[in-house]
């Protein structure tokens, strides 16, 4: 079975400075996807970066990048120069693509990161 | 605009009633989905529909039934039958099943439910 482990309930970093939130998982499928999503307090989940499991670059996108170690099974997002607006939950999620003979696109949750951001 | 709309953003029931979230898109995506949340947890599938007319059970669907009679709309009924219903419902959509980049699930603001 899938599982996507965040073992950081809460973060804490000062503005301006750059911050790790972890992420390992757990698949036998040799093809896969890993995400990063952020729920402000609103509730909202919004998409911030892809890696797929083929993918030899570790991806970015503006302050957002993904440190992929393919070997540890690990997917940690690292933000840069963190903004007070940053502070919002924090999930890694897993495309599972072996359910029932054929692609999904079912996505499986970690329990989230709660970072806040101190001025 | 594009995107998901879910209404209302909060909803109280009574305990053994049943309750309909509704969730709406127009972003012509073929796939549908909803999850639940509860505190201190991440999200949990409940169904999901890769097409009009077709949808399947996820991990939690105990309680819970759907219909997808439109490309547009997903509907969750939360039945009597679901044990601890209060939770916060999010619905998703993606273009169509398949995996890449291109293709995350994009979500609606939720609904939070509340049985008394």
């Known amino acids: 079975a899938q599982k996507i482990t965040q073992t950081q309930p809460g973060m804490f970093v000062q503005e301006k400075e750059a911050v790790t939130l972890d992420c390992t998982y757990d698949?036998?499928?040799?093809?896969?996807?890993l995400f990063w999503y952020k729920q402000p307090s609103s509730g909202e989940m919004i998409f911030l970066i892809y890696q797929g499991s083929y993918d030899e670059q570790n991806a970015t996108e503006g302050r957002y990048s993904l440190n992929f170690q393919k070997a540890r099974k690990s997917a940690n997002l690292v933000i840069s120069a963190s903004q007070l607006g940053d502070s919002a939950m924090y999930f890694c999620a897993m495309r599972d693509e072996a359910w029932e003979g054929g692609a999904t696109n079912k996505l499986i949750f970690g329990t989230g990161t709660l970072l806040a951001v101190q001025p | 605009d594009g995107g998901i709309t879910q209404s209302p953003k909060y909803l109280f029931r009574k305990e053994g009633q049943n309750v309909t979230l509704s969730c709406e898109q127009n972003?012509?995506?073929?796939?549908m989905y909803w999850y639940r949340q509860d505190p201190g947890q991440g999200l949990r599938l409940i169904y999901y529909?890769?097409?009009?007319?077709?949808?399947q059970k996820g991990d939690i669907a105990e309680g819970y039934s759907v219909s997808r009679e439109k490309k547009e709309s997903f509907p969750l009924t939360v039945t009597s039958a679901q044990k601890n219903p209060t939770a916060f419902y999010l619905c998703?959509?993606?273009?169509?099943?398949?995996?890449?980049?291109?293709?995350?699930?994009?979500f609606g603001p939720g609904t939070r439910l509340t049985v008394l």
């Open positions: 972003l012509n995506h073929d796939a």
């Open positions: 698949t036998s499928d040799q093809s896969y996807g």
């Open positions: 529909s890769q097409i009009v007319n077709d949808f």
């Open positions: 998703a959509s993606s273009i169509d099943r398949s995996g890449g980049a291109s293709n995350e699930q994009f």
